[in-house]
């Protein structure tokens, strides 16, 4: 040690490790510094998954002028999404889903996983005017469980603007596999009315 300055048995330098390094030890000869890369942050054990759900028709559906909150229906084949399973004829209940257009159970979506979702819906309504009737108020909402215990979800109650009525709405919730969910929406208009197109999307984060 005497090349460094130091005497005795004990090294008196002062040692200042880089960016990433750690120093050890007290520079004596029984327990001499020692410079090692310090310990990384190991990455997460499960890192963020997402499992999604993305369901578009652009089939009209007619809503009666009946005040009565109505699902929206979805096909099972077409423009949508489900690798994960959560939009299937055959349902977790065992319910089968025959026509998809004459059944209000085909707008169930029903979570794959439990977690932190992510809903989404668009609606394009025609003009509000015309065909001897016209609407001044359009009602969206998500509901859970709509066919044994309804629980509802982000209504809103819209006023028409001119030509076509196109809204986009998002919504986050707790979601479980046992609990399926669906889109409904209603308008006080005299005669029936064209929903052109939706879509209704379901992220879910774990």
Sequence with gaps: MARTGCGGSSCQCVIIPGPGMVVEGTGSLSNPYVLSVADQVDPPENP??????SLLVDTPQTIPADGAWHIVRFPYIGESSDVHGMH??????GYQVVDWATND?????????AGW?????????????????????????????????????????????????FFTKQH??????????????AHNDSVARQLTLAEFKLAIFQ
């Design 48 to 53: 963020l998954s997402v499992a999604v759900v």
């Design 117 to 165: 979702g992510i809903l989404t819906a668009n609606l394009h309504w025609e003009e509000a005017s015309g065909s001897g009737g016209g609407y001044t108020e359009l009602r969206d909402q998500f509901i859970r469980t709509p066919f044994t215990a309804p629980d509802t979800t982000a209504t809103d109650h819209r006023a028409p603007t001119p030509g076509g009525n």
């Design 172 to 185: 986050s919730i707790f979601v479980n596999p046992s609990t399926p969910l669906a889109l409904r929406v």
């Design 88 to 93: 299937e004829p055959m349902q977790p209940d």
């Design 105 to 113: 159970r085909s707008g169930l979506v029903w979570p794959s996983v």
